[in-house]
């Protein structure tokens, strides 16, 4: 296993780390989504919880009592709600009631309530859930860092419908024209996802499928699960360089198979500022060498990367008005063209 990747005795929580080559003790614990539910769950019901995971919840806040538990992004995905397109106040407010009780207990509390009934919330919380998402456009005001990585995940299910049929270089110089010369950002992450799926072995792309749930039923709100799943290693990542809001040597606590997966070959490198955007330098390893042709293809990319970031840099400097909107334009005609594509292949 990865230096980065350790997961719990119950095999319920792991812990990532930044980089494959080192580890660390961390003081700072990013809790993904589904950790905090999982939290919320323990605080409101425990016996209804089945045993293995009461225990690791149990063992998990009792071993992390003295570290800095960092479930904001959590929070805002959790009770993000597409119906409203704002925030469900409350469920925030049930969940948050929840998660505060816990950091405030000690080890003699968590024991005392792993075999109690639990809270009783005497609020109201209503979650509707949403229909065919059409469109996700209108929740970005809200969620503009994932606007970037949401284009680009559009573009690979875009592109994910030809694969078998098209020559493969020319699927990812697609999917590389998109993002160097209409997004203008090269994300790593996203960068690496279509390089596994794209030009690696069908065995590497397995965990690209995972994590991008291809052939979901509604595959807009699919690809917005994806995307908060790379916002959380990302926001890792800068957060252990740059300490972003008191943020001290982080680790990342996740339940996500296909984030664990991704992260087990992802390592922080370093760390650049353009035009005050913090961007993370990041490497992917593995064993598995290219051919020729390929190896050759990828030098080229990487080359016209190098070249073109004068120009990726332009796009955001100054009032970034207009080029946000051109990207709007282009990511509601991908939206239309793949929730388009699914209905047909649904009636087929």
């Keep these: 296993m990865s230096n980065n990747i350790q997961t719990d005795e119950h095999s319920i929580f792991t812990f990532i780390g930044v980089s494959t080559e080192r580890d660390y003790d961390a003081f700072s614990l990013i809790l993904d989504s589904n950790v905090v539910i999982l939290m919320e769950k323990f605080f409101y019901e425990p016996q209804k919880m089945k045993p293995e995971y009461r225990e690791a919840v149990v063992d998990f806040l009792i071993n992390t009592i003295d570290k800095d538990k960092v479930p904001g992004f959590a929070i805002q995905e959790s009770c993000w709600d597409r119906n409203l397109i704002s925030l469900n106040m409350p469920q925030l407010k049930k969940l948050e009631q929840a998660l505060n009780m816990i950091n405030s207990w000690e080890k003699d509390d968590i024991l005392k309530h792993k075999n109690s009934s639990g809270f009783e919330y005497k609020g109201i919380v209503i979650r509707n859930k949403p229909s065919l998402t059409e469109s996700l456009i209108p929740h970005f005001e809200a969620n503009p860092m994932i606007m970037g990585s949401y284009a680009m995940l559009l573009k690979i299910h875009i592109l994910n419908r030809r ?10 110089r697609e999917f590389f024209d998109f993002m160097n010369y209409e997004v203008k950002a090269v994300h790593a ?4 996802l279509a390089i596994d799926y794209f030009l690696r072995s069908s065995t590497k792309g397995e965990y690209v499928q ?3 749930k291809f052939g979901a039923k509604d595959p807009l709100s699919a690809i917005l699960t994806s995307c908060w799943d790379i916002f959380f290693l990302r926001f890792l990542q800068l957060s252990y360089m740059k300490n972003i809001e008191g943020i001290i040597m982080p680790k990342l606590v996740t339940r996500d198979d296909a984030l664990i997966e991704l992260a087990r070959y992802s390592s922080i490198q370093g760390l650049i500022d353009l035009n005050d955007t913090p961007l993370p330098i990041v490497s992917f390893d593995d064993n598995e060498e290219f051919d020729a ?4 293809f990828l030098e080229e990319i990487k080359y016209e990367t190098i070249r073109t970031v004068t120009q990726r840099a332009i796009a955001y400097s100054g009032d970034r008005t207009v080029h946000i909107n051109n990207l709007k334009k282009k990511i509601r005609e ?3 063209q793949l929730v388009n594509n699914e209905l047909v292949s649904k009636s087929e």
Excluded: V, Y
Aim: net charge positive; no cysteine.
């Design 189 to 192: 992450i996203e960068h690496s």
């Design 334 to 336: 991908m939206e239309n």
């Design 163 to 172: 694969k078998s049929k098209a020559n493969k270089f020319k699927l990812f």
């Design 293 to 296: 042709e390929t190896i050759t």
């Design 210 to 212: 995972k994590l991008l």
